[in-house]
């Protein structure tokens, strides 16, 4: 057993919290989207992350993604999305380490 192996399970908590906290700061600006812009929302399709249609969700990702709400002049919202994106960006390399400690674990490499 690798001593490296003990970090799979902080790695896995650690990108489960990631997770977590991308998808409550996603509820977030949808909700923020919807109270403070409510026009821009009903232009959006009135995207509901988990209970709504997958391709207005999809779309309300991608508006996010490209940062196509600059024009509504909101700084909150703008730094919201940021941190979202910067988790975005912690996550992917935390989630090769993930699938590698796995593989470790699993004797595949």
Not at 29 to 34: D, G, L, Q
């Given at each position: 057993?690798?001593?490296?192996?003990?970090?799979?399970?902080?790695?896995?908590?650690?990108?489960?919290?990631?997770?977590?906290?991308?998808?409550?700061l996603?509820?977030?600006i949808?909700?923020?989207?919807?109270?403070?812009?409510?026009?821009?929302?009903?232009?959006?399709?009135?995207?509901?992350?988990?209970?709504?249609?997958?391709?207005?969700?999809t779309?309300?990702?991608?508006?996010?993604?490209?940062?196509?709400?600059?024009?509504?002049?909101?700084?909150?919202?703008?730094?919201?999305?940021?941190?979202?994106?910067?988790?975005?960006?912690?996550?992917?390399p935390?989630?090769?380490?993930v699938?590698?400690?796995?593989?470790?674990?699993?004797?595949?490499?």
């Amino acid at each position: 057993m690798h001593e490296f192996e003990n970090l799979l399970p902080i790695a896995f908590i650690s990108l489960f919290s990631l997770g977590a906290l991308l998808i409550a700061l996603r509820v977030l600006i949808a909700k923020r989207i919807e109270r403070m812009h409510p026009y821009e929302w009903i232009k959006l399709g009135k995207p509901k992350l988990f209970s709504g249609d997958p391709d207005v969700n999809t779309r309300f990702v991608a508006y996010l993604n490209k940062k196509e709400f600059h024009h509504l002049n909101d700084k909150k919202l703008e730094n919201i999305n940021r941190l979202a994106g910067i988790i975005s960006w912690l996550a992917i390399p935390l989630f090769f380490v993930v699938v590698i400690l796995f593989l470790i674990r699993w004797g595949v490499i």
